[in-house]
Nanobody, 127 residues
Framework: VQLQASGGGLVQAGGSLRLSCAAS????????MGWFRRSPGKEREFVGA????????YLADSVKGRVTIFRDNAKNTVYLQMNSLKPEDTAVYYC?????????????????????WGKGTLVTVSS
């Protein structure tokens, strides 16, 4: 599967962005999906994950209450709705897919679980 993330940009603190990740192929619903981010000088970190049906979602503590992850299998797309953005949210955001569509926490937070990665989209939050 090929993944293409979009929706990044420059936003002021307190603003919102919706990131999208479009997947190729007709088997999107078989994949669990995740979002990660990498800030300058830091390791790639987990942001959120969602199971194949959308019924199971997981979010990093750093974004809980501000971020929602959801998917539309008919559109082969997973979304990351980010509200109340902070400067520390500035990063390149990556979407990823895992064939372990029923993986649960904490496995979904690990980079090695994911089989496919898209190119990132840059989010910059100004103070």
């Amino acid at each position: 599967v090929q993944l293409q993330a979009s929706g990044g940009g420059l936003v002021q603190a307190g603003g919102s962005l919706r990131l999208s990740c479009a997947a190729s192929g007709r088997t999107f619903s078989r994949y669990g999906m995740g979002w990660f981010r990498r800030s300058p000088g830091k390791e790639r970190e987990f942001v959120g994950a969602i199971g194949w049906s959308g019924g199971s979602t997981y979010l990093a503590d750093s974004v809980k209450g501000r971020v929602t992850i959801f998917r539309d299998n008919a559109k082969n797309t997973v979304y990351l709705q980010m509200n109340s953005l902070k400067p520390e949210d500035t990063a390149v955001y990556y979407c990823a897919a895992t064939t372990d569509s029923q993986a649960k926490f904490p496995a979904v937070t690990t980079v090695r679980l994911y089989d496919y990665w898209g190119k990132g989209t840059l989010v910059t939050v100004s103070s």
